[in-house]
């Protein structure tokens, strides 16, 4: 795995201006990973984005409520820059995570 690319995930339900960030994103190299409808509308914007799916090998269940919870994603992001820790997600084929850009929705509203 080269490390030569970073990846920024993007997951979020206000997508007020998301194209804007995906573009600056895109523009500094970034590769940009999405999930659902922030990847819809990223691919409508023809901003390039990578879906969650590609990277998990897993579909978004219950609704989309659970798109992120995976090893894949959760060792992208929790491991250390440091040469142990990337040689051991390597092994399991797993890119570090650079940027996250997520908000939630409104709990109380949705009940």
Do not use: W
């Amino acid at each position: 795995i080269t490390m030569s690319k970073p990846r920024a995930l993007v997951s979020v339900f206000d997508k007020t201006d998301i194209e804007k960030l995906c573009k600056f994103l895109d523009s500094k190299g970034y590769e940009v990973v999405s999930t659902g409808g922030t990847f819809d509308k990223l691919v409508a914007a023809g901003i390039p984005v990578t879906k969650i799916d590609a990277i998990t090998g897993f579909p978004e269940i219950l609704g989309g409520r659970v798109k992120t919870l995976h090893p894949v994603v959760h060792g992208g992001l929790l491991a250390k820059r440091e040469e142990s820790q990337l040689a051991e997600i390597a092994t399991h084929k797993i890119v570090p995570i650079d940027v996250v850009v997520c908000n939630l929705y409104p709990f109380v509203q949705v009940q």
